[in-house]
């Protein structure tokens, strides 16, 4: 139990790699908040944590509305006395081509997962700045961001806003380690290539649309196309992040780390 009395919040914990992420964290032993714009969804994931008998909750939380994140962070921190680890992990993906990407488009993608990323940051950052170092690692907390194998390889089909706004996270994931390193908080994110998830159903369809093949045909390439030759899990991201929230990461800071079977080793 590597992250035994830790307490942890994970954003678009409702399904997906988020809700592996809260399985995940609640089994090293953390106490869990899972928040998700849909409430339904993060009470679902807490009551399944609590079928674990984990210490588990669920608050809805919109990562692109400043006032709704900053009442949730004092939420907690009430609740819990300190915030340890923040996993920014909620996310969106649309796919066109570039030359028919509306303003709408970048926009959604660049709100959810960039400035939601900025947002979160600073607002749990304040909160961190303010908590006692923890006795063991001296540290004041850790922030986990799902970025993206996206977030390193821009060559990827139809998806130029949702690099960029992955290229923002990695290039924040930088930027904030180094100035919140001297208060003793660690920023580190996970680069996820192809992974079983509505998000990847979704893309599969826009796949189809777009590239005039079929479903199986798109799957085939994202399998080829990953070395470790088949397609990732939830759970295979879940745990890089678990580790990065344990002792065993207390000096890492600053790394965007690849997850993803070896799609992009960079
Ligand atoms: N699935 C993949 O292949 C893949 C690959 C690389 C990175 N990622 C990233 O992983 C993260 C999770 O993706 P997933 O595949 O589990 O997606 P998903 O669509 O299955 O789940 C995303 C979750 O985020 C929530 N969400 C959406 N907008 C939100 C908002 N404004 N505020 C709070 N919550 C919001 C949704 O309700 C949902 O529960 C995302 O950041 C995504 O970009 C996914």
Known sequence: MKSQGKIAVVTGAGTGIGRAIALALADEGAAVVATDLDAASAERVAGELRDREANASALRLDVTQRPEIDAVVAEIAKRHGRIDVWCNN?????????????????????????????????????????????????????????????????????????VASKFAV?????????????????????????????????????????????????????????????????????????????????FITGEAINVNGGSWMD
Not at 119 to 134: F, K, T, Y
Not at 138 to 161: E, P, Y
Not at 232 to 242: F, K, L, M, Q, S
């Open 170 to 250: 990695v290039g924040l994931t930088q930027a904030t380690a180094a100035e919140l390193a001297p208060h003793r908080i660690t920023v580190n994110a996970v680069c996820p290539g192809y992974v079983r998830t509505g998000m990847q159903e979704r893309e599969i369809a826009w796949e189809v649309g777009l590239r005039g093949v079929d479903a199986a045909e798109v799957e085939r390439f994202y399998v080829s196309d990953t070395p470790l030759g088949r397609i990732e899990t939830p759970e295979d991201v879940a745990g890089v992040v678990a580790f990065l929230a344990s002792p065993a990461a207390d």
């Open 90 to 162: 909620a996310g969106v993906s649309t796919m066109n081509r570039f030359v028919d990407l509306t303003e709408r488009e970048w926009d959604f993608n660049m709100d959810v997962n960039a400035k939601g990323v900025f947002l979160c940051s600073q607002a749990v950052a304040r909160q961190m700045m303010g908590q006692e170092p923890d006795a063991a690692s001296g540290l004041r907390g850790k922030i986990v961001n799902t970025a993206s194998m996206a977030g390193k390889r821009g060559g990827v089909g139809f998806l130029a806003h949702y």
